[in-house]
């Protein structure tokens, strides 16, 4: 009874940890106050390190003005592809191949009884914590734990370059199970080959009818 009722407990706190994640790494809008205040209350719900990362990029948020955390916001994951929330950028890139690899979120979230968000791409790290922390947690768990390279490499990227946003994702690092040999080798691979490309738009061809002459040549 007591090792079940400690599963339950963890799994909770691994929902409240999405949640909040999903809530800190949201866009800074209008209701960026708003949602720093719910994550602040459910810090107090939350173990000592879990609650620890969180609050640590809630108070680095919290003490931004509004504009530069918007800047800060774009600066750090529109306009440097290695802090990307998308999780099948590295493993698709920017093919035409990358819709194949989305299938899996959105057939997750119908199979949920929810529709894949409209406004957002389904691989989105936000909605991907949302949906494991208010829909499917198991669901959830799975798709997370099936993207860990990508959530290690935008976690490793973050840190790096110093940003508040790192520890909110080291807190969702540590609600999926340890990394094996062969997940630090895939991030590591990933890494350093980057994502997929192919080429875009109109393909080289060779004419297979020899150019009519010109007359009097």
Known sequence: MKLLRGRRESALDHRLVWQAAALLLAYPDDQHAERLNTVEEMLAHLPDVPARLLGATATALRAKEYMEAQVDYVATFDMRRRATMYLTYWTAGDTRN???????????YREAGVAP?????PDYLPVVLEFAAIVDPDAGRHLLAEHRAPIDLLRDALEQSGSPY??????????????????????Q??????PPTEPVGLQPFTLTVPPRRAQGV
Request: proline residues 7%; charged residues 25%; contains cysteine.
């Open 98 to 108: 990358r819709g194949n690899h989305m299938l899996a979120f959105a057939r997750a």
């Open 166 to 187: 790192a520890h909110a994702v080291a807190a969702v690092c540590q609600t999926l199970p340890p990394r094996t040999d062969r997940d630090v080798q895939r991030a």
């Open 117 to 121: 968000p409209e406004r957002e791409a």
């Open 189 to 194: 691979r990933l890494a350093a080959a980057g």
